[in-house]
């Protein structure tokens, strides 16, 4: 049975720091990129961060840039994602997501909330 499973979201002031994990499992994590996104209220599901199979490639949205930072742990299929510096649009729900191009697969997780608020 695959499962995506975040962890580490809450509650955090403005400027501090979260670190997200995602344990996956049910499936051949290492053959697969991972991405986080995030939905906040009222908006699209946006692409936050990419990481390719082995780990040696990473990309970001603009709006995350130099502030956020995934990676990923192939030997504990885990990957993370590092956010400081928050702010308070980085609030919304962020999803762990698994990808495989060929054959196209995507594995999702239930999603952890973040919230930055004084």
């Known amino acids: 049975q695959v499962q995506l499973v975040e962890s580490g979201g809450g509650l955090v002031q403005p400027g501090g720091s979260l670190r997200l994990s995602c344990a996956a499992s049910?499936?051949?994590?290492?053959?697969?990129?991972m991405r986080w996104y995030r939905q906040a209220p009222g908006k699209e599901r946006e692409l936050v961060a990419r990481i390719s199979s082995p780990g040696t490639g990473t990309n970001y949205a603009d709006s995350v840039k130099g502030r956020f930072t995934i990676s990923r742990d192939n030997t504990k299929n885990t990957v993370y994602l590092e956010m400081k510096s928050l702010k308070p649009e980085d609030t919304a729900v962020y999803y762990c997501n698994a990808h495989s191009g060929s054959p196209t697969i995507d594995y999702w997780g239930q999603g952890t909330q973040v919230t930055v608020s004084s």
């Open positions: 049910g499936f051949t994590f290492s053959r697969f990129a």
